[in-house]
Nanobody
Framework: VQLQASGGGPVQVGGSLRLSCAAS???????????MGWYRQAPGKEREFVAD???????NYADAVKGRFTISRDNAKRRVYLQMNGLRPEDTAGYYC???????WGQGTLVTVSS
């Protein structure tokens, strides 16, 4: 399974970004069943959970992003999205998508929030 994350970039405080993660090398039925997640790693810090979404259940969010971030998926396109609103400087990090069943990670996309 290969994961390609995109959509990061510089943004001002309070702004929005939409990250996208495209999966390849996985058949549709398996992708649809797998939990997909977003994680982030800030400079000098450990990678942390942001959000995930199962094939059929409700999404889960880290407390730090609840109410601001929304994870969604389009199984037909084998894509997972992270809509980020109300961005804060502490959201600055490399954002990585993950396919739980395959324990596969994308290469990351950098989000930089500045005032």
């Amino acid at each position: 399974v290969q994961l390609q994350a995109s959509g990061g970039g510089p943004v001002q405080v309070g702004g929005s970004l939409r990250l996208s993660c495209a999966a390849s090398g996985i058949i549709l039925s398996v992708f649809s069943f797998n939990s997909m997640g977003w994680y982030r790693q800030a400079p000098g810090k450990e990678r942390e959970f942001v959000a995930d979404i199962t094939g059929s259940g409700p999404p889960n969010y880290a407390d730090a992003v609840k109410g601001r971030f929304t994870i969604s998926r389009d199984n037909a396109k084998r894509r997972v999205y992270l809509q980020m609103n109300g961005l804060r400087p502490e959201d600055t990090a490399g954002y990585y998508c993950r396919c739980a069943g395959a324990n596969a990670w994308g290469q990351g996309t950098l989000v930089t929030v500045s005032s």
